[in-house]
């Protein structure tokens, strides 16, 4: 009896945490992996504030789409990997490693929630010194 108490909790927590890291659809961390501007564009809101490499601006959804188009064409992306993901209330982020042609950047970006839909309001990218 203990036993499957035991289980049924481990079950439960288990759960929990994955409907907790689904809050960030999966298209966003695909578009990362995949160096590609459209697929992220998918997911973003109509004002993006973009901080690329300590420069910040806020851009419409269409600016946006084309820089991170420059950036990944400057840029070419091999992998990323997610360091860490979480949300909060109405907003929710993910935090992780891109690799790229010209060495790894760090890179956060921030999600609202809109009309039962989440999207990105800030993409911050930073070199990574290695």
Known sequence: MKKRVLVGMATLLLSL?????????????????????QELSKYMGDKV??????????????KATAMMQEFFTE?????????????????SFVIGTLATTNG??????????????CLIHQIRI???NE
């Open 126 to 128: 930073d070199k990574i």
């Open 104 to 117: 790894k950047f760090r890179v956060n970006c921030f999600l609202k929630k809109v009309q039962n839909q």
């Open 17 to 37: 945490s994955l409907l907790m890291a689904q809050e960030i659809p999966a298209g966003v961390i695909t578009a990362f992996k995949r160096g590609s501007s």
């Open 49 to 62: 504030n973009l901080v690329l490499q300590g420069r910040s601006t806020s851009v419409d959804k269409q």
């Open 75 to 91: 840029n070419k992306v091999s992998g990323f990997n997610v360091n860490h993901q979480g949300k909060r209330d109405e907003s």
